[in-house]
């Protein structure tokens, strides 16, 4: 039971995280990385105890990091981007930023259907963490990167 209330956590952080993106707010460095990070972290600690065993296993793994990247850059490009009068960079998903979500989750599910399993679920918070990596790369590459948003201060 411990490990289903795992999986429910980080689909309610997943879900939060992308319902949120569907709302106005201000584009924060530090929090384009964040999430990723945090994911990431809980991510590599499920891979390091479950690796992919056999060449299937780590193809299906590799298959899911690409599809991730894709769909994550896509996501990121689909995202409304603008300055506010005070010169703030903002942020809003699109109706094509959520049917892409949509197709990132059906891509994900379909690729560890036809995989029947050769991927542990656990992996999920590895897979999100690539998935928002690319999608807030690509916002803050529309943004003009590091230089209009330095993520540290060099003094």
């Known amino acids: 039971m411990e490990i289903l209330n795992t999986y429910v956590l980080w689909a309610a952080i997943a879900v939060f995280f992308i319902v949120r993106q569907f709302m106005s707010a201000p584009i924060r460095p530090r929090s384009l990385l964040v999430v990723p990070l945090v994911m990431g972290y809980f991510g590599i600690q499920a891979i390091v105890k479950t690796p992919p065993e056999t060449v299937l296993a780590g193809t299906v793994f590799l298959v899911n990091v690409v599809a991730g990247v894709v769909l994550g850059l896509a996501r990121g490009a689909s995202t409304k981007v603008w300055q506010a009068a005070d010169g703030t960079?903002?942020?809003?998903?699109?109706?094509?930023?959520?049917?892409?979500?949509?197709?990132?989750?059906?891509?994900?599910?379909?690729?560890?259907?036809?995989?029947?399993?050769?991927?542990?679920?656990?992996?999920?918070?590895?897979?999100?963490?690539?998935?928002?990596?690319?999608?807030?790369?690509?916002v803050w590459l529309r943004i003009g990167g590091a230089r209009t948003h330095p993520v540290v201060e060099v003094r």
């Open 89 to 138: 960079w903002m942020r809003r998903g699109t109706l094509l930023t959520l049917v892409l979500w949509i197709v990132s989750i059906a891509a994900r599910v379909g690729i560890g259907f036809a995989s029947h399993g050769a991927t542990p679920l656990d992996t999920i918070t590895f897979f999100l963490a690539v998935t928002f990596a690319a999608q807030n790369l690509a």
